[in-house]
Every structure is written in structure tokens, then in C-alpha cells.
């Protein structure tokens, strides 16, 4: 008959045997009881010891702390942990968010009735008039804010996924999951401020008479987007680097295979992952595709500003353009290529472990497991798509550059269809005779 000794709890640990104690004059009673029948054992006692003591809130969540926090003060994360390894969208914050959108909104209304006031020439050009809708253009990202608060909940449930994927990676390798990204999101959290800031400084100096009340806004707006970008370019290293992790695992784990179960354990954590990069660009699709169009924008219009003043020559008014099409420019690119890098070190990674597997060694049910496994890699969808809009990577970049050639050649051959006006001195002035 089985019998069981010790309470185990849920992750299998024993709980230790709870000592009796015996009174004195209890003793003579214990000894003359006698039992005339068994009953039956009791139940195993399950405590339900969660591992978030060890956890915590999970390696992936210290990593991307400081982002978080810089992300929660300008009021585009009103998410919080309830419990360890448990997040929501905290009411708190997110009445915060709504009071930082009301109170920019107000500013930008000032903003556009104290209106921003370019330098310009006197022959006041066609490409001037498009650099004066720059400064309009520029307080578009102000969407970001209620797209974010939109998403939040999303947002939310992916931290949630991050912790419980740790979880079930700790019971399968029996260790914690390890991934080093040094200082960089520190760098991140302290640069893209102040990077942001400075350039709107320098585009107000040299592209508009300055005033210092005008651009507070612009800088709280051009770190909105330095932000979306820095996190986006975060959390697709962040899988990247999961990824790697777990094929070095993977590898690891081939060279001693037992059971088959092992290597359908791995499937499932890689499974779980390639959902995970799914949610990634889910819970910020519709940020990030307005991001995207409005960088876009942004690069079309300030090489523009660029290429119509070749024949005029470049002056200081130039420099705000340059370092605006540049920084934008480069937004994009890591928007697009850390997508790409996620998505190739989580599927290609993965194949060429696969395919490097030596078969004859291992038995029948062992080899079903590593088929199935490449045919999960190939069948399932690892790149990040943006809600269904477009799936983010190196191409979409490509397109982009390309669709934005097009745009300035219509731009430029528009701006040469458009007649010069006749200045004073090549004027002609038509007379007429009349008879004496």
C-alpha cells in the first residue's frame, strides 16, 4: 500500500516533517491506545510555493527597468506589477497619461496660435512654404499617446508572457535565463533624451526665430518618438538574444539526447517564444505603423528642404534639416533591421541546430521529434508583423527608401513647373503712342 512520508510541494520540492511534541502525562495515555483499524492515507498536501520568489519579476523585466521608467514619466507606460511576475494597466497611471496628453494638447493649441515663425527670403520660394509645414508636421507624434494608452493592455499581458516563459525555461534547463546586455539600456534611457532635446534646440536656432516657450513642445513630442523607437529597438534585441540562448541550449542538450521528450520540450519553449515575437509587434502594432509612416514623412520632406537648396547654396538654415533627415533616417533603419535580426536568429538559428543533427545515433521516436521540429521552424510564422499591416524587416526599409525616391522626383519636378517671378529690374513696361 502506498504510503507517503512528506508533503511535496508544486515545483517538487519536499516540505520538512512537522516534529510532535509530547506532553509528559500524555505519554501513559499514547502508549495504552490501541488502534483497531487503518484508515485511509490522507491526501498529498500541495502548497502552491510560486516561483516568483525566485524569479521575481524576471531577468527580461530588470533589463528593460529603466526604458520602463522613463517611458512611465513622459505617460506612454501606465503599466505596473500587481504581484510579482503579474502586470496590468494601473489606473493611477493611466489617469496620469490622459492628464500629460490634455496638458500637451493645450500647449500645441498655443503653439498654433502663436505660430511658429521660419526665417525666409525674400523671393519666399515653393520649398519654403513646405519647411514651414514641417513645424506643423513635427507635433503629429502627438498620436502616439492615445495609440499607446490604446495598447497598454496588450503591452501588459507581453511583460506577463516574459516572466512565465523564464519560468517554464528555468524548470526545463534547470537554470535561470541569463542574458547580458551590459549598460546599453541605461545608454539608451539617458541618451535618447537628450538627443531628442538637442536636435529640436538646433532646428529652432537655425530654421526659425527662436523662442524657448515654442519649443518645449517639440521636445517633449521628439522624445516620444526617440523613446517608441529605443523600446522597439530594445525589445527586438531582447528576443534576438532569447533566441540565441536557447538554440546554444538546444545544442547542448543534442549531444547527450535521451528521451525523445526532450526535444519536444525544446519544440514547445521555441513554440512559446515564436509566439512571444508575434505578440511583440501585436502589442505595438498600431504605434509603431504610425511611427513608420510618420518617419517616412519626415525624410521626404527634409531631403527635400535639401534638394531645393543645392542651386541657392547651403546655409545655416540647412543644418536643422540635415540633422532631422539623418537621426530619422537612422530611426528607421534599426526599427527595421533589430525586426530582422529577431526573426532571423529565432528561425534560422534554430534550422541550421536542426539540420547540423547527426539522426543515426538516436532512436525511431527521437528523430520523429527532431522532423517535427524543423517543420514547427519552417511552418510557423517568426516574423513581426505589425497587426497584419506589413511584416517589419530589411525590406520594408527598401520599399520605403524606394517609394520615398519617387515622391521627391514629383516634388522636385513640381517645384520646376512652378514659373519664377519676374524681378524689377527685368520687368518691361508696354507703352502706347497715341496719334498727334
Known amino acids: 500500500m502506498y504510503h507517503q512520508d512528506q508533503a511535496v510541494s508544486i515545483l517538487g520540492e519536499a516540505i520538512p516533517k512537522r516534529r510532535s511534541v509530547f506532553l509528559e502525562s500524555g505519554v501513559n495515555s499514547a502508549d495504552s491506545f490501541k488502534a483497531s483499524k487503518v484508515g485511509p492515507a490522507p491526501p498529498i498536501k500541495f502548497i502552491n510555493k510560486s516561483s516568483t520568489d525566485k524569479f521575481g519579476n524576471g531577468a527580461i523585466y530588470e533589463v528593460l527597468k529603466p526604458i520602463y521608467a522613463l517611458m512611465r514619466i513622459v505617460g506612454i507606460f501606465p503599466i505596473k506589477n500587481t504581484e510579482p511576475g503579474m502586470f496590468r494597466v494601473a489606473p493611477e497611471l493611466l489617469g496620469y497619461s490622459v492628464v500629460v496628453f490634455v496638458v500637451v494638447m493645450g500647449y500645441i493649441g498655443f503653439i498654433e496660435w502663436d505660430k511658429v515663425e521660419i526665417v525666409r527670403s525674400q523671393e519666399g520660394r515653393f520649398e519654403e512654404a513646405v519647411i514651414d509645414y514641417l513645424f506643423t508636421v513635427y507635433l503629429l507624434p502627438i498620436i502616439i499617446n492615445p495609440l499607446v494608452l490604446y495598447e497598454a493592455r496588450k503591452l501588459a499581458n507581453v511583460v506577463t508572457d516574459w516572466v512565465n516563459f523564464e519560468r517554464i525555461y528555468y524548470k526545463l534547463t534547470k537554470k535561470k535565463l541569463s542574458v547580458f546586455f551590459g549598460n546599453k539600456p541605461v545608454i539608451l534611457t539617458v541618451v535618447l533624451p537628450l538627443l531628442a532635446c538637442g536636435v529640436m534646440v538646433v532646428t529652432h536656432i537655425t530654421m526659425a526665430h527662436f523662442k524657448i516657450i515654442q519649443v518645449v513642445p517639440y521636445c517633449y513630442i521628439n522624445c516620444l518618438i526617440y523613446l517608441i523607437g529605443g523600446f522597439w529597438f530594445m525589445q527586438c534585441d531582447v528576443v534576438g538574444k532569447v533566441a540565441s540562448q536557447l538554440a546554444e541550449d538546444f545544442q547542448m542538450a543534442l549531444k547527450h539526447v535521451g528521451p525523445s521528450s526532450q526535444v519536444a520540450d525544446y519544440r514547445s519553449l521555441w513554440m512559446l517564444l515564436s509566439k512571444l515575437i508575434r505578440d511583440v509587434g501585436n502589442a505595438s502594432g498600431y504605434t509603431v505603423t504610425f511611427l513608420c509612416l510618420y518617419l517616412f514623412l519626415i525624410i521626404t520632406l527634409t531631403i527635400y528642404g535639401l534638394l531645393s537648396q543645392l ?27 533589430e525586426a530582422h535580426y529577431a526573426s ?16 543515426s545515433w538516436m532512436n525511431d521516436e527521437a528523430q520523429q521529434e527532431i522532423n517535427m521540429f524543423l517543420k514547427a521552424t519552417e511552418m510557423s510564422p517568426t516574423d513581426i508583423s505589425l497587426v497584419g499591416f506589413f511584416d517589419v524587416n530589411r525590406n520594408l526599409f527598401k520599399s520605403l527608401l524606394a517609394t520615398m525616391v519617387t515622391y521627391l522626383v514629383v516634388l522636385l519636378q513640381f517645384q520646376i513647373s512652378i514659373p519664377e517671378e519676374a524681378s524689377p529690374t527685368n520687368s518691361t513696361t508696354i507703352t502706347t503712342q497715341t496719334p498727334n
Not at 547654396?313 to 526599427?335: E, P, Q, R, V
Not at 532571423?344 to 539522426?359: A, G, M, S
Open 311 to 337: 542651386q541657392a547654396g547651403f546655409s545655416t538654415k540647412d543644418i536643422g534639416l540635415t540633422i532631422n533627415a539623418g537621426l530619422a533616417i537612422f530611426i528607421l533603419y534599426f526599427i527595421c533591421d
Open 344 to 359: 532571423n536568429c529565432l528561425r534560422v538559428q534554430f534550422q541550421k541546430k536542426l539540420l547540423l543533427v547527426e539522426l
